[in-house]
């Protein structure tokens, strides 16, 4: 008898195992953004400098939230995300006659991310919600943990996991 054809059968069975798995974690976590056009850095942009308007920035900060923040779950766990505000590291300074605005990093403009949550388990029930105004007030002084320096949001990548370190025990 030959084992080719078990083979097979064990790496699809094994495939749909690990799809199924990561389904389930890929939807453990949701963030969305309430009104994003109000956000303190949308209104910091707008006014500042509008030709350096992407905020294609919050999509990407939206999927590492949620890849990062379902490894922080037990299983069966879910975790709802609103993100409520958000000024980015450094600010935009008004200037006279310069051709393109400069983001300037400066310990006096720390990254801030304002979110509430809703923890629930496996069959839906709350576990804990709260909101939290998270910041790094020592973003400048703090080595990178990892993150690249030339990721333009290493300093909020590094707020969301200050708080996800703290534990789904203590969100």
């Known amino acids: 008898m030959s084992m080719l054809p078990i083979r097979p059968a064990a790496g699809l069975a094994l495939a749909l195992v690990a799809a199924v798995a990561f389904a389930a974690s890929a939807g453990s976590v949701n963030v969305r953004y309430d009104h994003p056009e109000n956000f303190t850095e949308t209104r910091e942009v707008r006014a500042f400098a509008p030709s350096r308007a992407d905020f294609a920035y919050l999509e990407t900060l939206k999927h590492y ?13 879910r975790l709802d995300i609103v993100v409520t505000d958000l000024d980015r590291a450094g600010s935009y300074l008004p ?8 983001r300037v990093v400066k310990d006096i403009y720390p990254p801030r991310i ?6 629930l388990d496996a069959q839906g029930r709350l576990i804990r919600e709260g909101e939290r105004k998270l910041t ?5 002084h703090a080595s990178p943990g990892g993150l690249s320096n030339t990721d333009p949001l290493h300093y909020e990548k590094r707020v ?5 370190a703290r534990g789904v025990d203590k969100l």
């Open 136 to 140: 790094d007030l020592g973003f400048m």
């Open 114 to 119: 304002t979110l509430h949550f809703r923890l």
């Open 65 to 77: 939230i949620e890849k990062h923040a379902a490894k922080a779950l037990r299983p069966g766990q």
């Open 95 to 102: 200037s006279m006659g310069a051709l393109q605005s400069v």
């Open 160 to 164: 969301i996991d200050r708080w996800l």
